[in-house]
């Protein structure tokens, strides 16, 4: 086949290539440019070893496309599909995480608060209370940046810092002035474990979260 005749056919099928893969993520695009390129070359190569006229294989390549103009809409179709449940299941995921934090985030705060009003020496008698009020302090901060789209990965890590020690010191302070948690304390033995795998979990919850929201992450939509 001459170069011209090979250059007009795969620029016919890369404009219709062009033309159905618009709007799609540009890996996909691409991804499908190249498989039609592919194919038409080999189809191009195997007319040429096997002595076959260029306009003849032209002609087949052309006709190759109309033939496949049914199937290419339904690759398209397919494909949004798949995109717009991608971003539904997004919003639903993103929509949980969210409930989850702030629902999270808030009982944190307020034991937090309970545990500093709790001990009964006051805070400038007790430092040891200090640090679960700057905790308590970082998860509040941390749940006004989480209320907003731009600063929630932001956020995440605030509460994800305050966390721990809410679930560590706090939970000292309450059980050193709160009877039943006392005993509580006393007599279950894995009490401690639970406490600290209770905190790792926590943090790692609002760290995964605020991957999940940071500000470089691509959301798929339908154009």
Do not use: K
């Not at 159905?20 to 190249?34: I, N």
């Not at 995480?97 to 705060?109: D, E, K, M, T």
């Not at 749940?143 to 907003?148: D, P, W």
């Amino acid at each position: 086949m001459t170069d011209d005749a090979t250059a007009a056919v795969q620029r016919r099928v890369d404009v219709w290539c062009n033309f159905y893969t618009r709007g799609l993520p540009d890996a996909v695009a691409q991804q499908r440019r190249e498989e039609l390129a592919a194919d038409v070359l080999d189809q191009i190569e195997w007319g040429a070893a096997h002595g076959i006229a260029a306009r003849s294989t032209a002609r087949e390549v052309a006709w190759r496309a109309i033939r496949g103009v049914p199937s290419d809409l339904l690759w398209r179709r397919s494909q949004l599909t798949a995109m717009a449940a991608v971003s539904v299941a997004s919003r639903i995921f993103g929509g949980s995480l969210l409930a989850a934090a702030n629902l999270i985030g808030v009982g944190l705060f307020a034991l937090g608060i309970v545990a500093v009003i709790r001990d009964g020496t006051g805070l400038s008698a007790d430092p040891s209370a200090m640090p679960t009020l700057v905790a308590a302090l970082l998860i509040a901060c941390g749940l006004v940046l989480v209320a907003r789209g731009r600063t929630r990965w932001l956020g995440a890590l605030w509460v994800a810092t305050g966390a721990p020690v809410i679930l560590t010191i706090g939970f000292r302070l309450l059980a050193e002035h709160t009877t039943v948690l006392f005993l509580a304390t006393r007599s279950a033995p894995l009490w401690t474990v639970g406490q600290a795998t209770a905190a790792v979990c926590v943090g790692v919850f609002y760290v995964a979260a605020a991957v999940w929201w940071m500000p470089d992450r691509r959301t798929v939509t339908v154009r």
